[in-house]
């Protein structure tokens, strides 16, 4: 199970606290060393990152260092000298990121440290989370350069969805692990981007099953039909100069008109007014 969850990951401040917590709780004279790796927030300098290795070789076979998790800034080239496995966060600029990918697929085959590329999946300080299209993007240019590749933050749920947002207010959108892991297998299938971006643009349903299937009509108010009449109706918006486009879902899949309104304009670069009748 180790293996599969990876290495304890410490910021450089708490790797300054780990000898006294060892200290305080001494572990079995058989215990196997604690797999542990430096994860650098955005920031952090390499003489920071230094002494953090340091401290952890200093407790000989307590620990063992994996990683080292750090911005992919101008100095990552200085933490390779430690020896360990990289994992170097890439920025969201598409141009920066090409190049930065090249880079780092050229250090991974001189025969050193693995290097991964690493990047971010929940919305920070430095940007919103990143959308279908942006993550697809990392994931095939990654895979296309054969670069191995680490996600971070807000995959707490199997399939995407709209959250609790973590900061207690409001709500946010939330890639799946499942969307994730499927976009990969896609990718390294061959598929092109976009198709990539869809499966990471599916969302969940709620309680209703994956895929769209029959379910019974629901049931709606009866009302006397002279009623709007009376009331005088509506103003229908203009059509003029608008497609007509099908979706394979409706009411009977519980996807509302204002849903629908709502996906268009966050996802489709789309107004409201551009919208017609649905």
């Keep these: 199970l180790g293996s599969r969850l990876g290495p304890l990951l410490l910021s450089v401040d708490a790797v300054a606290q780990l000898p006294q917590v060892l200290a305080d709780s001494p572990a079995a004279p058989d215990a196997a060393a604690l797999p542990v790796g430096i994860a650098a927030r955005p920031g952090t300098g390499t003489e920071a990152v230094t002494r953090a290795v340091a401290t952890l070789r200093g407790l000989g076979e307590q620990v063992r260092l994996e990683v080292v998790e750090r911005a992919a800034d101008a100095d990552w080239h200085a933490t390779a ?49 990143p959308t279908p299209d942006e993550l697809a993007a990392f994931i095939t240019a990654c895979v296309g350069r054969s670069l191995p590749f680490k996600l971070t933050g807000g995959l707490h749920h199997a399939v995407a969805r709209t959250a609790p947002a973590q900061s207690g207010e409001g709500t946010e959108e939330m890639h799946g692990a499942l969307n994730v892991a499927h976009a990969t297998h896609l990718a390294l299938s061959g598929a092109p981007a976009s198709k990539v971006a869809a499966a990471l643009a599916v969302i969940s349903q709620g309680d209703q099953p994956f895929f769209a299937q029959e379910l019974p009509e629901p049931k709606r108010k009866e009302r006397d039909r002279g009623e709007r009449s009376e009331r005088g109706g509506r103003t229908p918006r203009s059509e003029e100069g608008k497609a007509t486009y099908w979706m394979a879902v409706g009411h009977k899949h519980r996807a509302l008109p204002g849903s629908i309104v709502g996906a268009l304009t966050n996802e489709g670069g789309l107004k409201g007014s551009d919208i017609g009748a649905i």
Excluded at 97 to 117: C, H, I, K, M, N
């Design 81 to 129: 000298d430690h020896g360990v496995d990289l994992a170097l966060e890439a920025p969201r600029d598409p141009a920066t990121l090409e190049s930065l990918l090249d880079r780092l697929a050229a250090s991974d085959r001189t025969g050193g440290p693995r290097v991964v590329a690493k990047w971010r999946t929940q919305a920070s300080p430095a940007g919103p989370i």
